[in-house]
T-cell receptor
Framework: DAKTTQPPSMDCAEGRAANLPCNHS???????VYWYRQIHSQGPQYIIH???NNETNEMASLIITEDRKSSTLILPHATLRDTAVYYC?????????????FGQGTELSVKP | DAGVTQSPTHLIKTRGQQVTLRCSPK?????VSWYQQALGQGPQFIFQ???????QRGNFPDRFSGHQFPNYSSELNVNALWLGDSALYLC???????????FGDGTRLSIL
């Protein structure tokens, strides 16, 4: 079973920030939080990951709470092309990392 | 820099047949994982190959087998196909089994 909990769906207006929450209350100390998204008919696309500090890249920002039990993925200026299913996954980074366990994800709809 | 490539993109088979799907990993990646994604579900891990050996396996029957070649490319073989094998089959690659994994756009397999 997935170790994360996400809302099944969310809406966001185009040009506004999209904030996607994820609960991972049983996360272990050596597990990272990874975010992927899957646009219809494509494979999952890696977005960002973090351990305990907030992270930012050209796609998104990741905010992890101090107790590491939850996180939020932020798309600062959502566009219609950001409509996708977003998956939050916790996993170790080492070469014992192996499989990714996907939950149902959050279906984000960006509306004009 | 080519990403993960999979072939074919679509395939139609009948019950009882066997199928071989192919994957070329992203340049610089030596570890390949395979996932099955049924309609409306998140991807499920099948197995992972590293150094031409199966390193980790998910909850899939022996009808699912794989191979990794010296150039790191990989094949997924499924025997005795049945209707429930209809799905999107995704290949992901990473360096030395570490995260994050990078996905191809998959092979859509339909069983009639």
């Amino acid at each position: 079973d997935a170790k994360t909990t996400q809302p099944p769906s969310m809406d966001c207006a185009e040009g506004r920030a999209a904030n996607l929450p994820c609960n991972h209350s049983t996360i272990s100390g050596n597990e990272y939080v990874y975010w992927y998204r899957q646009i219809h008919s494509q494979g999952p696309q890696y977005i960002i990951h973090g351990l305990k500090n907030n992270e930012t890249n050209e796609m998104a920002s990741l905010i992890i709470t101090e107790d590491r039990k939850s996180s939020t993925l932020i798309l600062p200026h959502a566009t219609l092309r950001d409509t996708a299913v977003y998956y939050c996954i916790v996993r170790v980074m080492s070469n014992q990392g192996g499989k990714l366990i996907f939950g149902q994800g959050t279906e984000l709809s960006v509306k004009p | 820099d080519a990403g993960v490539t999979q072939s074919p993109t679509h395939l139609i088979k009948t019950r009882g047949q066997q199928v071989t799907l192919r994957c070329s990993p992203k340049s610089g990646h030596d570890t390949v994982s395979w996932y099955q994604q049924a309609l409306g579900q998140g991807p499920q891990f099948i197995f992972q190959y590293y150094e031409e050996e199966e390193r980790q396996r998910g909850n899939f029957p022996d009808r699912f087998s794989g191979h990794q070649f010296p150039n790191y490319s990989s094949e997924l073989n499924v025997n005795a196909l049945w209707l429930g094998d209809s799905a999107l089959y995704l290949c992901a690659s990473s360096p030395q089994g570490r995260q994050p994994q990078h996905f191809g756009d998959g092979t859509r397999l339909s069983i009639l």
